[in-house]
């Protein structure tokens, strides 16, 4: 499907509309682009994937609500951007998976309306200025790329099942909007509280390295439930935004980068790059680097360079 993205910041923040549709700055002005997803891409949402850990806080037997439009209908999603030049200079627009930091961190609330703030001493100050009719105003940071929507999902129901005015997480935090407009004395702290294992804090090299891995065997692992078979998991690397059809056989030491398509049929052996390319039925690649081209079906490719081609 092809939708709209709208970007323009003004002063601090943005607001982005519901599933990353539409960004307005607070004067409703626009600046259009046209954005090509399709519809069994998956770096737009990972609902359903296991958790392999979870918080003590949340084994508690809760009142859940029956489904979760309340998160969408009452939920503010506010994401602050984290720097850390001791990790990596521009740390929010990283790119992990062929997506950036902060673009993972707004996918697990995208069905939120959201606004990015800028990093500052006083956060607190500046959600006080936000002008929103929503009961609850979730508050993340953009060096946790691996909180995901099941994670909001199940913090926001314990908050809601609770009826608590305001929840510390171990990043970001949780408050009630009519609690932080009628309490001006109201702190918080960006770190320091209940422990939810998916917003580990990337602020060193190793902590990003293991975000990296994560995020990877995610990817991988959705593609291995959709009928795609993967030898070698481990050294096999795909983009957030690859799409591979079911019956494609990959083998180890491949790397799939940006919009790249593999359609079925197809076999990739051993030491394949394919960036922003499309890969058509029954191929068959092997060593080759595969650069803003297209191949044929049937196609048989070996140890090539193909830049910007169509074969």
């Known amino acids: 499907m092809i939708f709209k ?19 307005y700055n607070l004067n409703m002005e626009t600046i259009e682009m046209e954005t090509l997803v399709l519809e069994n891409q998956i770096s737009f949402d990972f609902e359903g994937l296991e958790e392999k850990e979870e918080s003590l806080l949340f084994t508690e037997n809760l009142i859940k609500p029956l489904n979760h439009d309340y998160i969408k209908e009452e939920v503010l999603f506010v994401v602050v951007k984290a720097y850390n030049d001791d990790v990596a200079k521009n740390l929010p627009n990283l790119k992990l998976c062929g997506k950036k930091m902060i673009d993972w961190v707004l996918l697990s609330g995208s069905c939120c309306q959201q606004i990015v703030l800028e990093d500052c001493q006083d956060i607190i100050s500046k959600l006080r200025g936000i002008n929103t009719d929503k009961k609850y105003i979730a508050v993340f940071y953009s060096d946790t790329p691996l909180f995901d929507k099941a994670s909001f999902f199940k913090v926001m129901d314990y908050f809601a099942s609770k009826s608590m005015n305001y929840l510390q997480l171990s990043r970001g935090f949780i408050v009630k909007s009519e609690f932080l407009k009628n309490n001006p004395n109201f702190i918080s702290s960006a770190t320091g509280g209940n422990e939810v294992t998916t917003l580990l804090r990337c602020d060193s090299s190793s902590s990003l ?43 180890p030491n491949n790397i799939l980068k940006g919009e790249s398509v593999i359609s079925s049929g197809s076999i990739l052996e051993s030491g394949n790059i394919i960036d922003n390319s499309i890969v058509l039925n029954d191929c068959k690649v092997c060593g080759s680097i595969i650069k803003d081209s297209k191949i044929s079906s049937g196609a048989k490719i070996e140890f090539e360079k193909i830049l910007s081609e169509a074969r």
């Open 209 to 251: 390295s293991y975000a990296y891995q994560v995020l990877n065997e995610r990817i991988v692992d959705y593609h291995l439930r959709n009928g795609v078979s993967i030898f070698g998991k481990s050294t096999v690397f795909i983009d957030a935004d690859v799409e591979i059809d079911s019956t494609v056989v990959i083998y």
């Open 5 to 23: 993205e709208i970007l323009l910041i003004l002063n601090f923040y943005y607001i982005v509309d519901k599933k990353f549709q539409k960004i």
